[in-house]
T-cell receptor
Framework: AQSVTQPDIHITVSEGASLELRCNYS??????LFWYVQSPGQGLQLLLK??????LVQGIKGFEAEFKRSQSSFNLRKPSVHWSDAAEYFC??????????FGKGTSLLVTP | NAGVTQTPKFRILKIGQSMTLQCTQD?????MYWYRQDPGMGLKLIYY???????DKGEVPNGYNVSRSTTEDFPLRLELAAPSQTSVYFC???????????FGSGTRLTVV
């Protein structure tokens, strides 16, 4: 069955440090992949999406993600983390159905 | 532009009671979705709709019902509330299957 896996439940980084959040997908064809962010007590906001073409996609808030077919990964990166980036991050995909399927999320803590 | 509006924001129900979670969007999106979010589990799809008059089950539909009489509204009905339905519920909409979703701010429901 198709799925996405986020191996890290919690990640802690220092403010100003670089960030990489992992997402692995299991799917035969190239899926439509997304990253969403959820700030505490809020709904989810789309950071970026990948459908095809360039494997490095740019998103909002300085985030980017790289699709690597050979590693079945779609990792989210940011070169310098700000305290306001502390949130829950979800990788998601759409397969042949109509709706997004979400990973279990990675909680990001940013320390001073 | 209000986006996706969910009401109420919080609700406590007794076991066996019923209630309707309201969801309205003003973006003329055809696609609407209901998810539930439980700690550490990501978001699970309850029901979705691809247009007025058309609804379909998602991954966890048991105990819920929906209707879609207009493009704008997509209410979620709980008929006999159970403690297992304690969760945060999110409504979302999108203009198409591969577009990013716009999420509401959620309804936190506790069944006691």
């Amino acid at each position: 069955a198709q799925s996405v896996t986020q191996p890290d439940i919690h990640i802690t980084v220092s403010e100003g440090a670089s960030l990489e959040l992992r997402c692995n997908y299991s799917y035969g064809a190239t899926p439509y992949l997304f990253w969403y962010v959820q700030s505490p007590g809020q709904g989810l906001q789309l950071l970026l999406k990948y459908f095809s073409g360039d494997t490095l996609v740019q998103g909002i808030k300085g985030f980017e993600a790289e699709f690597k077919r050979s590693q079945s990964s779609f990792n989210l990166r940011k070169p310098s983390v700000h305290w306001s980036d502390a949130a829950e991050y979800f990788c998601a995909y759409i397969d042949s159905g109509y709706a997004l399927n979400f990973g279990k999320g990675t909680s990001l803590l940013v320390t001073p | 532009n209000a986006g996706v509006t969910q009401t109420p924001k919080f609700r406590i129900l007794k076991i066996g009671q019923s209630m309707t979670l309201q969801c309205t969007q003003d973006m003329n999106h055809n696609y609407m979705y209901w998810y539930r979010q439980d700690p550490g589990m990501g978001l699970k799809l309850i029901y979705y709709s691809v247009g007025a008059g058309i609804t379909d089950k998602g991954e966890v539909p048991n105990g819920y019902n929906v209707s879609r009489s207009t493009t704008e509204d997509f209410p979620l009905r709980l008929e006999l509330a159970a403690p297992s339905q304690t969760s945060v519920y999110f409504c979302a909409s999108s203009p198409g299957t591969i577009n990013g979703y716009t999420f509401g701010s959620g309804t936190r429901l506790t069944v006691v």
